[in-house]
């Protein structure tokens, strides 16, 4: 029973943010990661059953949001034509940057979110200090490991994967120096989850193209690193010791985050996703041509989700609320399936899925949807707090590392070169044009 009570909420986890994380493919950068990231928090928040992680709902979902946010600065694109090669080197070195980038995406993801909840007047997150760090650690990482050092990743498209790789770092120090173990677990277990999630994805995206089967196998990578990104901050959570805190939480602790993760970020989505040039372009793909005024329809209907659910989130979770806040099991349910509902609503919205069935993932998403919202309100998180092993993270980081040389070996194995595969290593040297 001990164990269903543990592995079953994780597998919800991992469901809703998958789900999320494979949304955001159509939205991209850091504002549609923040969105997932958002999604994966609130699950987290409302099987953990804790009224005092209720009362820094906001808190806590901003601090996830951010998180997972902010390895969306760094690009991924070359390196998922790696794994489309033929030859190990370039498609082991392919897939381990994978495991890099989405271990860096779910290490801060689950880093600030569980500095979030180990946030507390006995012992309080110096958000100030955190920032600062976070900042001057990305730009001295991004200075020497690419400016001076030359340790391009990504050649030639943006190499920010650095900036973001000196923020984890700064971040782990804050962690430390500090004490938060408990928030060190759960960032390890995210981004391991986040990393080996990535790179298996991209094994999946390549077997699954030779297959033939006319299927969005991209979406299918970008499911994997959620769904597996999720796994792991959830265990990392689950398998922590925390402290209890207060049962309630001022208004002014409140306003800013919710405005910023129920408003500012699907505002800000909305606003780089729904151009009337953008949705001309996708919906060009459609099987019959819509008439010409629907783009400014679906425009104006998406920015009015967004607006009137971060008003009902506004006026259910704050106006009417007495000083100090407190929040219900079944509030955080409802805001849970509302701010992922609305998420997948978009990605139908901006698809044209809602007019054309070109797009069959797309109703994937409302079945994981639906599935997750009749499991998870019977979910119940049995907490198994354990002790940091370092020599035991190092086995299982060496064991992840073997099994992506084992999906190394058995895409190689599969195919020959396919077309938009990538090499960087043997190479031949580029020809240079006669004057």
Do not use: C
């Not at 100090?324 to 919205?349: D, I, K, R, T």
């Amino acid at each position: 029973m001990k164990n269903k009570q543990l592995y079953f909420p994780m597998l919800l986890v991992a469901m809703s943010l998958g789900t999320a994380w494979a949304i955001r493919g159509q939205f991209g950068h850091e504002y549609g990661a923040a969105w997932a990231g958002a999604v994966g928090t609130l699950s987290i928040l409302f099987v953990a059953r804790r009224t005092d992680w209720y009362a820094k709902l906001f808190a806590a979902t901003l601090a996830g949001a951010i998180g997972w946010g902010l390895g969306g600065i760094a690009s991924y694109g070359i390196l998922v034509g790696y794994g489309r090669g033929d030859d190990f080197i370039n498609v082991y070195y392919g897939l381990l940057m994978l495991f890099v980038i989405g271990g860096l995406y779910g290490y801060i993801g689950g880093a600030l979110f569980g500095l979030a909840l180990a946030d507390s007047p006995q012992k309080p997150v110096k958000w100030h200090e955190v920032t600062v760090e976070m900042v001057v650690g990305a730009a001295v990482a991004y200075f020497f490991l690419i400016e001076e050092f030359e340790w391009y990743m990504t050649p030639p498209r943006s190499e920010m994967w650095a900036a973001v790789f000196g923020a984890a770092a700064a971040l782990t120090w804050y962690l430390v120096r500090n004490n938060h173990t408990s928030a060190l677990r759960v960032a390890a277990f995210s981004g391991l989850g986040g990393g080996f999630g990535f790179a298996f994805g991209n094994f999946l995206q390549v077997l699954g193209g030779l297959t033939g089967i006319k299927f969005n196998f991209w979406n299918v990578m970008e499911y994997s690193l959620g769904f597996f990104g999720g796994l792991g901050m959830a265990y990392g959570t689950f398998t922590s010791e925390w402290e209890r805190t207060a049962e309630t939480q001022p208004k002014a602790k409140t306003w800013f985050p919710l405005l910023m993760s129920m408003l500012f970020i699907p505002y800000v989505v909305w606003e780089q996703s729904f151009s009337v040039e953008r949705l001309q372009g996708i919906f060009s793909k459609l099987d019959f041509a819509p008439e010409s005024d629907i783009y400014r329809t679906v425009q104006l209907v998406a920015l009015a989700f967004v607006l009137l659910m971060s008003a009902l989130w506004w006026v259910r979770y704050y106006l009417t609320k007495t000083n100090p806040l407190s929040y219900s099991a079944s509030e955080v349910y409802a805001l849970f399936l509302g701010h992922w509902g609305l998420y997948v609503v978009y990605s139908l919205l901006v698809t044209g899925a809602f007019l054309s069935s070109y797009r069959i993932e797309q109703y994937l998403y409302v079945v994981n949807w639906v599935i997750v919202a009749v499991l998870i309100r019977n979910a119940e998180v049995n907490f198994t707090p354990r002790a940091i092993d370092l020599s035991k993270w190092g086995k299982n980081f060496v064991l992840v590392i073997a099994s992506i040389a084992l999906l190394t070996l058995i895409l190689i194995n599969s195919h020959g070169e396919l077309k938009n595969s990538h090499k960087r290593f043997g190479a031949p040297p580029p020809v240079e044009e006669k004057k």
